[in-house]
Antibody
Framework: EVQLVQSGAEVKKPGESLKISCKVSGYSFTSYWIGWVRQMPGKGLEWMGIIYPGDSDPRYSPSFHGQITFSADKSVSTAYLQWSSLKASDSAMYYC??????????????WGQGTLVTVSS | DIQLTQSPSSLSASVGDRVTITCRASQTISPYLNWYQQQPGKVPKVVIYAASSLASGVPSRFSGRGSGTDFTLTISSLQPEDFGTYFCEHSYSTPYAFGQGTKLEIK
């Protein structure tokens, strides 16, 4: 059974750093892209980017490039999303999702449960 | 970068109604268009991928069609569990993107 299990909710202060995780099981971690999606309170889904755990190749949305970093650790089948200096506007739910690609088309077929990040002084 | 515009932004309908949601891309993306459903407080789930392919476990009352820049998601007979917000997403080239969402509410 494919599962993506994300780390728990975080409460941080502006300027702090943070790394959240997405541990996968039930499939080959290095064979599928992992995506990250932001959902601010009461708002829509925002595509942040994807990472290929096989070689840690990241693709960032321009909206997030330079603000976040993706990484992956093959030894523990876990993808990470990190910030070096959080802002209040980073407060949101963050989802990881497995990207399935077939016939040239890709979509997110399995999702983590989400990690709620709250940034407040 | 490719932008997606959904219409309407919100929609009120009754159980049994046929509803259609539209997604328009800023350039041709065919057939790399997906549809996701998100019920309140829940994780999104894919309902249609590659414009017209029904995702596993999704009822056949859901259908997708379209080509080029214009795509639709149709629910042939609304059921209570279909209410929520629907998002389109393109996977034509990175950066991929979601539409702003269509909130489907009970009339």
């Amino acid at each position: 059974e494919v599962q993506l299990v994300q780390s728990g909710a975080e409460v941080k202060k502006p300027g702090e750093s943070l790394k959240i995780s997405c541990k996968v099981s039930g499939y080959s971690f290095t064979s599928y892209w992992i995506g990250w999606v932001r959902q601010m309170p009461g708002k829509g889904l925002e595509w942040m980017g994807i990472i290929y755990p096989g070689d840690s190749d990241p693709r960032y949305s321009p909206s997030f490039h330079g603000q976040i970093t993706f990484s992956a650790d093959k030894s523990v089948s876990t993808a990470y999303l990190q910030w070096s200096s959080l802002k209040a506007s980073d407060s949101a739910m963050y989802y990881c999702a497995r990207q399935y690609c077939g016939g040239g088309s890709c979509h997110f077929d399995y999702w983590g449960q989400g990690t709620l990040v709250t940034v407040s002084s | 970068d490719i932008q997606l515009t959904q219409s309407p932004s919100s929609l009120s309908a009754s159980v049994g109604d046929r509803v259609t949601i539209t997604c328009r891309a800023s350039q041709t993306i065919s057939p790399y268009l997906n549809w996701y459903q998100q019920q309140p407080g829940k994780v999104p789930k894919v309902v249609i991928y590659a414009a017209s392919s029904l995702a596993s476990g999704v009822p056949s009352r859901f259908s997708g069609r379209g080509s080029g820049t214009d795509f639709t998601l149709t629910i042939s007979s609304l059921q209570p569990e279909d209410f929520g917000t629907y998002f389109c997403e393109h996977s034509y080239s990175t950066p991929y993107a979601f539409g702003q969402g269509t909130k489907l509410e009970i009339k």
